[in-house]
């Protein structure tokens, strides 16, 4: 029920590259969040979406809850980006399941 | 912008010890969870906190795990006694609702020696 699978796992790129981070889950969802964790542990939420899409400056978060699968887009990508990209569902409640991370790594 | 603020920012323990981590959730939010990362490991749920009692809980959050709060500003997280796999990165977050986003604090660096 909690399978939460990130791809890719570690993700090189230059600066200025438009980057895409995926997230599939097995199961119906109530909730996706996408989360960053920097480098020194602190993890800040980006978005929740259950539905749609959601745009946050450089940063998109798509879901197709059909295809159970969401993505999130990096345009113009840049070196303070780089960070661990973290995908939590939940299910019903509060408890959230999250997938492994992607390890970004943005090259000036 | 309004913080989660989580004290101390490191703990070094003995193993058997109790430690309590304590957490500052921002003031309006009435939704509080904490949870955990082992180093290396995908971060974990361990409980959530509503209406002053727990709402939800995991497998992890056996009878040495307990939280509180205590005088309406403050949510803690009390380890009875603690013991090697304790140790861990410890995360609170708080939300205004179940439909709105988590702040996450800072974390506790937990080392159980």
């Known amino acids: 029920k909690n399978e939460v699978e990130q791809s890719p796992q570690n993700l090189t790129a230059q600066e200025g590259e438009f980057i895409t981070i995926n997230c599939s889950y097995s199961?119906?969802?109530?909730?996706l969040h996408w989360l960053q964790q920097h480098p020194g542990g602190g993890i800040v939420s980006l978005f929740m979406?259950?539905?749609g899409k959601k745009k946050h400056g450089r940063l998109i978060a798509t879901i197709n809850i059909q295809e159970k699968h969401s993505s999130l887009h990096i345009t113009a990508s840049h070196p303070r980006d780089s960070a661990v990209y973290i995908c939590a569902v939940s299910y019903t409640g509060n408890q959230f399941y999250f997938g492994t991370g992607t390890s970004l790594t943005v090259i000036p | 912008e309004p913080e989660v603020t989580q004290t101390p920012s490191h703990q070094v323990t003995q193993m058997g010890q109790e430690v309590i981590l304590r957490c500052v959730p921002i003031?309006?939010?009435?939704?509080f969870y904490w949870y955990r990362q082992i180093l290396g490991q995908k971060v974990e749920f361990l409980v959530s906190?509503?209406?002053?009692?727990?709402?939800?809980k995991s497998e992890i959050f056996d009878d040495q795990f307990s939280v509180e709060r205590p005088d309406g500003s403050n949510f803690t997280l009390k380890i009875r006694s603690t013991k090697l796999e304790d140790s861990a990165m410890y995360f609170c977050a708080s939300s205004e609702g179940q439909v709105y986003g988590y702040t996450f604090g800072s974390g506790t660096r937990l080392t159980v020696v």
């Open positions: 003031s309006n939010h009435l939704y």
């Open positions: 199961v119906g969802i109530s909730a």
């Open positions: 979406l259950s539905s």
């Open positions: 906190f509503y209406n002053n009692e727990i709402s939800e």
